[in-house]
């Protein structure tokens, strides 16, 4: 049965009657990582990977959620005080708190979901469920009044103040606006963004999940995002968006090497976004994928999220012939993204999973990925 035939039965079944189904897109990142909460650009699709979730309203001032993947109903009210123990409860719980402290109009309501994002590989599963209640929630009982922009920062203040992550706007915003055949560039600081269409002719996108799971929770994430902080703060910006590396250099000394190094990747994956894009306009999938191994090797070498199986995986890639390859996420863990030729793929797929599985006892996942729509009713 396909997903969204698995939630309608499961909703009748609880429920009794029929709802409303919505769904919100996983992401990926082909380039510009960690560079959304430095103010810089970042450049993501939405996937054909989804949370999807059927809603109806209840009449009552009551929450109650199903949740098929992980098996378990959760019943909560809608005051700051009612916050649910289950972590995966609070994203749902901090979606409506965060539309209700905006003004909006949030009611009980049943919900049963499920999704087919891969759980702790990167692709932002956290902000496809925030994404996928806060259009449907708007949908609802907001007559769609909630632009697009605010529900993206809904989905990022919920991660903020109900599950410890103090993350930027990219998984949010990709999972919100997201458009078959297209990737988007977006200026973190100003919020413009701009579609560029992306049909890489004779060439595959693919993600290798190491099957490392990370947890970003009072994780390393946070010490990162604190080393980009004093280092803008000792050059007098507000963000490392409008540092050079002169800029960085003329103040190597008066900051921790860690803190330096961190600065380091920031400020070179900014321009790495920007140098991407403009390929991509020219068809040039050679420079698209050198900055992609040159991102791998920052975010393993200076911004050190990287862990001994990514970089593993990125060196198979590297010896295949692949065009380009790098972690994608937050790091600790997860996938690599992969720029393949077509003629290359099959060859690539076949020793990546020999290798990985010599070394390490398992194969990695492979999930051939497809650029798609981000939230939406279904139905």
Same mark, same amino acid.
């Given at each position: 049965m396909e997903l969204k035939e698995?939630?309608?039965?499961?909703?009748?079944? #609880?429920?009794?009657?029929?709802?409303?189904?919505?769904?919100?897109?996983?992401?990926?990142?082909?380039? *510009?990582?960690?560079?959304d909460y430095n103010g810089g650009f970042v450049f993501p699709g939405a996937i054909d990977k989804v949370i999807m979730a059927e809603l109806r309203a209840n009449g009552t001032d009551k929450v109650k959620i199903f949740s098929i993947d992980i098996n378990e109903y959760v019943e909560f009210g809608l005051n700051e005080?009612?916050?649910?123990?289950?972590?995966?409860?609070?994203?749902?719980?901090?979606?409506?708190?965060?539309?209700?402290?905006?003004?909006?109009?949030?009611?009980?309501?049943?919900?049963?979901?499920?999704?087919?994002v891969p759980l702790g590989a990167g692709l932002s599963s956290s902000a496809a469920l925030e994404s996928c209640f806060a259009f449907a929630l708007n949908d609802m009982f907001n007559? *769609?009044?909630? !632009?697009?922009?605010?529900?993206?920062?809904?989905?990022?203040?919920?991660?903020?103040?109900?599950?410890?992550?103090?993350?930027?706007?990219?998984?949010?915003?990709?999972?919100?606006?997201?458009?078959?055949?297209?990737?988007?560039?977006?200026?973190?600081?100003?919020?413009?963004?701009?579609?560029?269409?992306?049909?890489?002719? *004779?060439?595959?996108?693919?993600?290798?999940?190491?099957?490392?799971?990370?947890?970003?929770?009072?994780?390393?994430?946070?010490?990162?995002?604190?080393?980009?902080?004093?280092?803008?703060? #000792?050059?007098?910006?507000?963000?490392?968006?409008?540092?050079?590396?002169?800029?960085?250099?003329?103040?190597?000394?008066?900051?921790?090497?860690?803190?330096?190094? #961190?600065?380091?990747?920031?400020?070179?994956?900014? !321009?790495?976004?920007?140098?991407?894009?403009?390929?991509l306009v020219k068809g040039d999938y050679e420079t698209v994928g050198r900055c992609m191994y040159e991102t791998h090797n920052g975010l393993s070498k200076e911004y050190e999220v990287s862990c001994e199986e990514l970089d593993y995986l990125n060196d198979i890639a590297k010896e295949c012939g692949v065009t380009g390859s790098r972690i994608m996420g937050g790091g600790f863990g997860g996938c690599t993204i992969n720029l393949v030729k077509d003629d290359l793929y099959d060859t690539f797929i076949e020793t990546a999973k020999k290798r990985f599985n010599e070394k390490y006892g398992h194969e990695p996942k492979v999930y051939d990925v497809i650029i798609s729509d981000g939230a939406r009713r279904v139905e």
């Open positions: 698995i939630i309608r039965k499961e909703f009748k079944q #609880r429920f009794g009657v029929e709802g409303t189904v919505y769904a919100s897109a996983g992401r990926i990142n082909l380039i *510009g990582e960690h560079t005080e009612d916050a649910p123990v289950a972590q995966w409860a609070r994203y749902i719980f901090g979606v409506c708190r965060e539309i209700i402290k905006r003004g909006g109009r949030v009611e009980g309501f049943d919900a049963v979901f499920a999704g087919n007559n *769609g009044s909630i !632009d697009k922009f605010e529900l993206a920062r809904i989905g990022q203040s919920t991660e903020h103040n109900y599950c410890g992550v103090n993350c930027g706007i990219m998984d949010q915003f990709a999972s919100v606006f997201g458009k078959k055949d297209h990737l988007m560039r977006l200026d973190c600081r100003s919020m413009e963004y701009e579609y560029f269409p992306f049909h890489p002719e *004779g060439h595959k996108l693919v993600l290798l999940d190491s099957v490392v799971k990370h947890e970003l929770v009072d994780s390393p994430y946070n010490k990162r995002r604190e080393s980009c902080e004093r280092v803008a703060k #000792r050059l007098g910006i507000e963000t490392l968006r409008d540092a050079t590396p002169e800029m960085l250099e003329s103040i190597k000394d008066d900051i921790s090497e860690e803190d330096y190094r #961190r600065a380091k990747f920031v400020i070179g994956e900014k !321009d790495r976004v920007l140098a991407v894009c403009d390929a």
